[in-house]
Protein backbone atom coordinates (compact mmCIF):
# COMPACT_ATOMS: atom_id res chain seq x y z
CA UNK A 1 0.00 0.00 0.00
CA UNK A 2 0.94 3.65 -0.79
CA UNK A 3 2.39 5.46 2.34
CA UNK A 4 1.54 9.13 3.89
CA UNK A 5 2.63 11.28 0.86
CA UNK A 6 3.87 14.63 1.48
CA UNK A 7 5.49 17.46 -0.51
CA UNK A 8 7.86 19.81 -1.09
CA UNK A 9 10.79 17.67 0.64
CA UNK A 10 12.60 20.56 1.35
CA UNK A 11 11.71 24.64 1.28
CA UNK A 12 13.84 27.68 2.11
CA UNK A 13 11.97 30.80 2.08
CA UNK A 14 12.92 34.60 3.95
CA UNK A 15 11.34 35.39 7.18
CA UNK A 16 7.62 36.85 6.33
CA UNK A 17 7.09 35.11 3.53
CA UNK A 18 4.47 32.29 3.12
CA UNK A 19 4.80 28.71 2.54
CA UNK A 20 2.55 26.05 1.87
CA UNK A 21 3.15 22.27 2.48
CA UNK A 22 0.95 19.51 0.97
CA UNK A 23 -0.10 16.02 2.12
CA UNK A 24 -1.99 12.58 0.83
CA UNK A 25 -2.52 10.30 3.59
CA UNK A 26 -3.01 6.80 3.20
CA UNK A 27 -6.68 5.59 1.24
CA UNK A 28 -9.06 5.01 3.36
CA UNK A 29 -7.36 6.70 6.57
CA UNK A 30 -9.77 9.03 8.61
CA UNK A 31 -7.37 10.73 11.03
CA UNK A 32 -4.74 12.97 9.86
CA UNK A 33 -1.63 14.64 11.72
CA UNK A 34 0.83 17.41 11.25
CA UNK A 35 3.62 17.71 13.77
CA UNK A 36 6.14 19.79 14.35
CA UNK A 37 9.53 18.53 14.87
CA UNK A 38 12.76 21.76 15.35
CA UNK A 39 15.92 20.32 15.62
CA UNK A 40 17.19 18.18 18.45
CA UNK A 41 13.09 17.89 19.82
CA UNK A 42 10.84 15.28 19.45
CA UNK A 43 7.75 15.91 17.03
CA UNK A 44 5.13 18.24 18.26
CA UNK A 45 1.52 17.93 17.15
CA UNK A 46 0.02 20.95 15.94
CA UNK A 47 -3.22 19.60 14.65
CA UNK A 48 -5.04 17.01 14.47
CA UNK A 49 -8.17 16.12 11.86
CA UNK A 50 -10.86 13.14 11.96
CA UNK A 51 -12.21 13.37 8.62
CA UNK A 52 -11.82 16.79 7.83
CA UNK A 53 -13.30 18.16 11.25
CA UNK A 54 -10.24 19.50 13.43
CA UNK A 55 -10.37 17.57 16.44
CA UNK A 56 -6.65 19.39 18.15
CA UNK A 57 -5.55 22.46 17.23
CA UNK A 58 -4.64 23.20 20.75
CA UNK A 59 -0.22 23.58 19.82
CA UNK A 60 -1.45 25.58 16.58
CA UNK A 61 0.13 29.16 16.80
CA UNK A 62 -3.14 30.43 14.86
CA UNK A 63 -1.94 33.99 14.11
CA UNK A 64 0.27 32.32 11.91
CA UNK A 65 -0.30 29.06 11.23
CA UNK A 66 -3.32 27.66 9.19
CA UNK A 67 -4.49 24.19 7.67
CA UNK A 68 -7.41 22.30 6.30
CA UNK A 69 -8.35 19.23 5.27
CA UNK A 70 -10.00 19.25 2.07
CA UNK A 71 -12.95 16.36 1.60
CA UNK A 72 -11.76 14.44 4.47
CA UNK A 73 -8.66 13.34 2.55
CA UNK A 74 -5.53 15.78 1.42
CA UNK A 75 -4.46 18.67 3.61
CA UNK A 76 -2.27 21.56 3.32
CA UNK A 77 -0.44 23.77 5.96
CA UNK A 78 -0.02 26.81 5.88
CA UNK A 79 2.60 29.86 7.55
CA UNK A 80 1.65 33.40 6.71
CA UNK A 81 4.28 35.07 7.99
CA UNK A 82 7.12 32.92 8.41
CA UNK A 83 8.90 33.55 11.26
CA UNK A 84 12.85 31.93 11.66
CA UNK A 85 11.55 30.10 14.37
CA UNK A 86 9.66 27.91 12.31
CA UNK A 87 12.53 26.67 10.99
CA UNK A 88 10.94 22.96 11.32
CA UNK A 89 10.78 19.37 9.64
CA UNK A 90 7.18 19.47 9.27
CA UNK A 91 5.35 15.46 9.62
CA UNK A 92 2.35 14.58 8.65
CA UNK A 93 0.79 11.36 9.60
CA UNK A 94 -2.61 9.10 9.78
CA UNK A 95 -4.23 6.55 11.34
CA UNK A 96 -7.50 4.43 10.47
CA UNK A 97 -9.08 5.91 13.34
CA UNK A 98 -8.09 7.85 16.41
CA UNK A 99 -4.56 6.09 17.98
CA UNK A 100 -3.57 2.94 19.32
CA UNK A 101 -5.70 0.35 17.45
CA UNK A 102 -4.66 1.77 14.23
CA UNK A 103 -1.09 2.20 14.16
CA UNK A 104 -0.22 5.59 12.83
CA UNK A 105 2.01 6.04 9.49
CA UNK A 106 4.42 9.20 9.29
CA UNK A 107 5.20 10.57 5.82
CA UNK A 108 8.93 11.86 5.22
CA UNK A 109 8.21 15.33 5.85
CA UNK A 110 9.31 18.46 4.89
CA UNK A 111 12.11 20.88 6.21
CA UNK A 112 11.76 24.42 6.26
CA UNK A 113 14.46 26.62 6.33
CA UNK A 114 13.23 30.35 6.92
CA UNK A 115 16.21 32.67 6.73
CA UNK B 1 0.01 17.27 31.41
CA UNK B 2 2.06 13.91 30.21
CA UNK B 3 5.54 14.25 29.53
CA UNK B 4 8.22 11.61 28.10
CA UNK B 5 11.65 11.81 29.36
CA UNK B 6 15.04 10.15 27.16
CA UNK B 7 18.23 11.29 28.54
CA UNK B 8 20.91 9.91 26.68
CA UNK B 9 21.05 12.52 23.94
CA UNK B 10 23.55 10.02 22.29
CA UNK B 11 24.31 6.18 22.68
CA UNK B 12 26.99 4.22 20.71
CA UNK B 13 27.10 0.17 20.16
CA UNK B 14 29.55 -1.98 18.28
CA UNK B 15 28.05 -4.38 16.19
CA UNK B 16 26.41 -7.81 17.13
CA UNK B 17 26.54 -6.04 20.43
CA UNK B 18 23.23 -5.47 22.54
CA UNK B 19 22.42 -1.44 23.24
CA UNK B 20 19.57 -0.32 25.92
CA UNK B 21 18.04 3.20 25.53
CA UNK B 22 16.51 4.50 28.29
CA UNK B 23 12.81 6.23 28.57
CA UNK B 24 10.76 7.50 31.37
CA UNK B 25 7.16 8.94 31.72
CA UNK B 26 4.82 10.89 33.57
CA UNK B 27 1.29 10.80 33.55
CA UNK B 28 -1.58 9.96 35.57
CA UNK B 29 -3.81 8.24 33.41
CA UNK B 30 -4.52 4.07 34.37
CA UNK B 31 -4.77 3.52 30.23
CA UNK B 32 -2.39 4.36 27.93
CA UNK B 33 0.34 3.11 25.33
CA UNK B 34 3.56 3.96 25.11
CA UNK B 35 6.12 3.48 21.52
CA UNK B 36 9.30 2.96 20.45
CA UNK B 37 9.44 4.81 16.46
CA UNK B 38 13.06 5.16 14.58
CA UNK B 39 13.96 7.88 12.43
CA UNK B 40 16.48 7.36 10.16
CA UNK B 41 18.15 9.97 8.15
CA UNK B 42 14.84 9.63 5.49
CA UNK B 43 12.99 11.24 8.26
CA UNK B 44 10.20 8.76 8.25
CA UNK B 45 9.52 7.98 11.26
CA UNK B 46 8.85 4.31 11.70
CA UNK B 47 7.35 2.01 14.27
CA UNK B 48 9.67 -0.15 16.27
CA UNK B 49 7.38 -1.54 18.98
CA UNK B 50 4.49 -0.70 21.06
CA UNK B 51 3.46 -1.54 24.91
CA UNK B 52 0.04 -1.35 25.92
CA UNK B 53 0.30 -0.34 29.91
CA UNK B 54 -2.38 -3.20 30.91
CA UNK B 55 -0.25 -5.62 29.83
CA UNK B 56 2.56 -7.00 31.62
CA UNK B 57 4.50 -9.24 29.51
CA UNK B 58 6.99 -7.04 28.07
CA UNK B 59 6.75 -6.54 24.44
CA UNK B 60 9.17 -8.20 22.07
CA UNK B 61 9.58 -7.68 18.24
CA UNK B 62 12.59 -9.77 16.30
CA UNK B 63 15.82 -8.36 17.99
CA UNK B 64 13.45 -5.51 19.79
CA UNK B 65 12.46 -5.67 23.32
CA UNK B 66 11.34 -3.51 25.90
CA UNK B 67 11.41 -3.56 29.94
CA UNK B 68 8.50 -2.09 31.16
CA UNK B 69 8.55 -0.67 34.67
CA UNK B 70 4.75 0.38 35.36
CA UNK B 71 5.59 1.54 38.87
CA UNK B 72 8.74 3.44 37.95
CA UNK B 73 7.17 4.82 34.84
CA UNK B 74 10.08 3.44 32.56
CA UNK B 75 10.06 1.64 29.18
CA UNK B 76 13.63 1.10 27.86
CA UNK B 77 14.20 -0.50 24.45
CA UNK B 78 17.03 -3.30 24.40
CA UNK B 79 18.78 -4.24 20.40
CA UNK B 80 20.08 -7.17 20.47
CA UNK B 81 22.98 -8.38 18.01
CA UNK B 82 22.59 -4.70 16.86
CA UNK B 83 23.21 -3.74 13.00
CA UNK B 84 24.54 -0.73 10.68
CA UNK B 85 21.03 -0.44 9.66
CA UNK B 86 19.66 0.41 13.39
CA UNK B 87 21.60 3.58 12.96
CA UNK B 88 19.62 6.22 13.46
CA UNK B 89 17.40 8.89 16.07
CA UNK B 90 14.84 6.52 18.63
CA UNK B 91 12.20 8.19 19.93
CA UNK B 92 9.87 7.16 23.26
CA UNK B 93 6.38 8.13 22.62
CA UNK B 94 3.35 8.06 24.52
CA UNK B 95 -0.52 8.10 23.60
CA UNK B 96 -3.13 8.20 26.68
CA UNK B 97 -6.15 5.61 25.97
CA UNK B 98 -8.23 8.38 25.70
CA UNK B 99 -6.17 10.24 23.18
CA UNK B 100 -4.86 9.76 19.92
CA UNK B 101 -1.98 12.31 20.09
CA UNK B 102 1.30 11.11 20.75
CA UNK B 103 4.02 12.64 22.84
CA UNK B 104 7.38 12.41 22.30
CA UNK B 105 10.33 12.62 23.93
CA UNK B 106 13.67 14.24 22.83
CA UNK B 107 15.11 11.33 21.47
CA UNK B 108 18.44 9.26 21.47
CA UNK B 109 21.03 8.95 18.62
CA UNK B 110 22.13 5.34 18.03
CA UNK B 111 25.49 5.23 16.69
CA UNK B 112 26.35 1.95 15.37
CA UNK B 113 30.12 1.17 15.00
CA UNK B 114 32.26 -1.81 13.25
Known amino acids: EAGVAQSPRYKIIEKRQSVAFWCNPISGHATLYWYQQILGQGPKLLIQFQNNGVVDDSQLPKDRFSAERLKGVDSTLKIQPAKLEDSAVYLC?????????????FGQGTRLTVV | AQTVTQSQPEMSVQEAETVTLSCTYDTSESDYYLFWYKQPPSRQMILVIR??????QNATENRFSVNFQKAAKSFSLKISDSQLGDAAMYFC???????????FGTGTRLQVTL
Open chain 1, 93 to 105: ASSLDRGVLGQTF
Open chain 2, 93 to 103: AYLAGTASKLT
Open chain 2, 51 to 56: QEAYKQ
